[in-house]
């Protein structure tokens, strides 16, 4: 007579949070409470403010939840695994082969959306938007969403990160193009009137102390930029002279040790005015903007 055995009890949602919030810790995840809450309602369909109303979680899913937990353990993105990224009041697609937008850069997206509001009310026409190094759509997308009026349009050189762009930019109106930088846009010179950018910044010296989600699975091109992390924000400066009307505006992200060294390069080419630095919600340096004046 085989001898009976008592069903396994389901795993309850805080006892697998709190196995994963330690591996997902030991591994040098930053947030490793909000990444296993967030997994743990990504293989559930839930958002993570309704965890709290699942009991038990199924062996089919708690085995898939391990698997993700294993994945971001390794340090591969938490929105490779869940496929999305939320980025102001826009959600996006992104993966392999795009960088993941940063909470810090809707800070710099909200200024690209103040001031093609500025140019709506003070004008009384449309704003002309140019998002340069576009990535995944998101600050051209988040502009199209909140200033519906505004014409924007976005380049992308990274054929990878254009293809998600895309996705995330389909039907939103937006004008996108597979381009450099460097030479976009011709056919707008001397009409734009907002020019906003997230170039890649980072100093080659720095490779190290890339974080593993960042170094090992962004592409490289939206990321370094040169021996000191400036040489995307020159061609910046030069090209958003000529794309914009006088008195238009540009702005761009840059790393916090670069407070001072990036709003120097739109000083020293004579073209600007009112070049200012602003700081993120942590008190660090993260984008410069300016005025053409000639």
């Known amino acids: 007579m085989s001898e009976s055995r008592t069903p396994r009890t389901p795993p309850t949602p805080r006892a697998l949070l709190t196995a ?65 990224a939320y980025f102001r009041h826009v959600e996006l697609d992104v993966g392999p082969g795009v960088f993941v937008p940063r909470p810090e850069t809707e800070l710099l997206a909200g200024w690209a959306i103040d001031a093609a509001l500025a140019v709506a009310s003070s004008a009384g026409r449309a704003p002309v938007v140019v998002d340069l190094c576009t990535g995944s759509g998101a600050i051209a997308k988040a502009v199209a969403h909140e200033v519906p009026d505004a014409v924007v349009h976005a380049v992308e050189l990274d054929e990878s990160a254009h293809h998600w762009a895309e996705r995330n930019l389909a039907g939103t109106g937006v004008d996108l193009r597979h381009g ?70 540009v702005g761009a992200e840059h790393a916090d040790a670069q407070g001072e ?11 600007w005015t009112e070049v200012a630095d602003h700081r993120d919600l942590a008190g660090r340096p993260r984008f410069t903007t300016a005025r053409l004046a000639r």
Not at 24 to 51: I, T
Not at 261 to 271: D, I, N, W
Request: proline share 6%; with cysteine; aromatic share 4%.
């Open 180 to 249: 450099d930088m460097a030479d976009a846009f011709d056919d707008l010179l001397g009409t734009v009137d907002v020019v906003v950018c997230n170039p890649p910044y980072i100093p080659l010296e720095a490779w190290e102390s890339v974080a593993p989600e960042a170094r090992d699975h962004d592409p490289h091109l939206a990321l370094f930029s040169g021996d000191d992390g400036l040489v995307a924000m020159r061609v910046l400066a030069d090209h958003a002279a000529v794309l914009l009307r006088l008195g238009g505006v």
């Open 20 to 84: 994963a919030t330690r591996r997902l810790a030991a591994a040098g995840v930053s947030s490793p409470e909000h990444d296993a809450a967030e997994l743990l309602a990504h293989v559930h369909g839930v958002e993570r403010k309704d965890l709290f109303r699942v009991d038990t979680v199924p062996s089919e899913l708690a085995e898939r939840f391990d698997r993700l937990v294993e994945r971001r353990s390794a340090r591969e993105p938490l929105q490779h695994l869940t496929g999305a």
């Open 261 to 271: 060294s990036a709003p120097a390069v739109f000083r020293a080419t004579g073209r």
